[in-house]
């Protein structure tokens, strides 16, 4: 049941974005399509709650519960910054907004934003760390929770692996190509956040 709410919960973040926006810039109802967005989060609230209820009820802790928290952890790490990006891109689309900003590409603003997404990793891992703590806590059987200690060291496990993903563009940064002329090409210029 977990497993079947979790793809509920991703099928349905889509479809409230898509409704959200659909409203906000196709039928020009900004407040109504913002609302819409906003109901975003009940999603991971659902979830939670049935997962706390499942443990609740007596159900063995397994990688149904350690995904979930991780689902969430996600969530709250990248579901805004998700939003914000595809916002801007139907804004840009369909209602004659500015290009979206593109991530730079060289140099240390690339090793900045990098950085950036590495946080928000930080951030999901985190998230998820305190949910399954929660959790282990809540069953207060260390030989049934052993499960949701491996999601543990999962959610930790892809956090370093990202830093060091994000610390690689900060010790060798990349550099834009060169022209045939030998010149470094210019990089485009970036454009202003609205």
Known sequence: ??????????????????????????????RLGGAVLLLEPLLEVVLLTVTVIDLRNGAEPDWKHGLAALY????????HYTVK?????????FAGGPPPVRPPRYGMARARYEG?????????ASV????????????GDASR???LADWQALAVRA???????????L??????????????????????KR
């Open 128 to 139: 998820a760390l305190v949910l399954l703590q929660l959790a282990i806590a809540y069953v």
């Open 171 to 192: 010790l060798w940064p990349h550099k834009p190509p060169k022209d045939p002329a030998g010149e470094p090409e210019s990089a485009p210029p970036l454009m202003t």
């Open 85 to 93: 990006r595809i916002d801007g891109w139907a804004a840009h689309r």
């Open 72 to 79: 969430i952890g996600f969530t709250v790490g990248y579901g």
């Open 1 to 30: 049941m977990i497993v079947t709410l979790i793809i509920i919960c991703e099928v349905g973040f889509w479809v409230l974005l898509a409704g959200g926006l659909a409203l906000r810039y196709l039928a020009r109802l900004p």
């Open 159 to 169: 956090a370093g692996i990202h830093g060091v993903i994000a610390l690689t563009f």
């Open 116 to 124: 950036g997404l590495w946080l928000r990793t930080v951030v999901a």
């Open 145 to 147: 929770t052993g499960p």
